[in-house]
Nanobody
């Protein structure tokens, strides 16, 4: 099982970016998917999560600006980031809580991280 994140890059404050993260491999089902952000010297910070039933929850720092969604047919989670701020700069990691085929326990899998840089 692999998670492949894409869509990072540079933007100016106030602009938008969209991140994608696709899970691939022998997957029986995907429970929760989400995004974290990490900045130098800090722990990963939860930004947004979405359940298999499309219930969402957001961190206070991105509420009202970021939107998480998923395409279950493509095993893909998205993060639409609008009204970007310089403090949104960081490495963005996607994750999925999923059940690999042939297994009995859910496991947490992480994408490789994608860098987002927001300048003023």
């Amino acid at each position: 099982v692999q998670l492949q994140a894409s869509g990072g890059g540079s933007a100016k404050a106030g602009e938008s970016l969209r991140l994608s993260c696709a899970a691939s491999g022998d997957i029986a089902s995907i429970n929760t998917m989400g995004w974290y952000r990490q900045t130098p010297g800090m722990q990963r910070k939860l930004l947004a999560i979405i359940t298999s039933g499309n219930h969402t929850n957001y961190g206070d720092s991105v509420k009202g600006r970021f939107t998480i969604s998923r395409d279950n047919a493509r095993n893909t989670v998205y993060l639409q980031m609008s009204s970007l701020k310089t403090e949104d700069t960081g490495v963005y990691y996607c994750y999925a809580l999923l059940l690999p085929s042939g297994r009995q326990l859910l496991g947490t899998y992480w994408g490789q991280g994608t860098l987002v840089t927001v300048s003023s």
